[in-house]
Nanobody, 126 residues
Framework: EGQLVQSGGGSVQAGGSLTLSCATSGFDFAQYSIGWFRQAPGKEREAIVCRSASSEDTYYADSVKGRFTISSDDAKKAFYLQMHSLKPEDTGHYYC???????????????????WGRGSLVTVSS
């Protein structure tokens, strides 16, 4: 099973930007579905973006659509979450997820991806 190592995160003022990174190892990078989850203080963990391996269809939660973007770098075997126009309600722990040879067809399917990063804390102040 592949491993994920996260980096990035930190504190930013509302309206600012941050990028989270997720370095991968042990995956067939060309064949994996990837995504990001978020857990806000006192709330359940939720999927915010997921991209399918087969079609590269991407699914975003309404709360982040238009502000967050998932991307990947095949050469570096890494993927990213670019976050713009951050709001205080974006505060939380962010987790990258991935699995090869597994297609997803909705944001809900992201929950079936097996490999998880350890999380990065993002704090957005008003």
């Amino acid at each position: 099973e592949g491993q994920l190592v996260q980096s990035g995160g930190g504190s930013v003022q509302a309206g600012g930007s941050l990028t989270l990174s997720c370095a991968t190892s042990g995956f067939d990078f060309a064949q994996y579905s990837i995504g990001w989850f978020r857990q806000a203080p006192g709330k359940e963990r939720e999927a915010i973006v997921c991209r399918s391996a087969s079609s590269e269809d991407t699914y975003y939660a309404d709360s982040v659509k238009g502000r967050f973007t998932i991307s990947s770098d095949d050469a570096k075997k890494a993927f990213y979450l670019q976050m713009h126009s951050l709001k205080p309600e974006d505060t939380g722990h962010y987790y990258c997820v991935a699995q090869d040879y597994y297609n997803i067809y909705s944001l809900t399917d992201c929950g079936f991806l097996r490999s998880w990063g350890r999380g990065s804390l993002v704090t957005v102040s008003s």
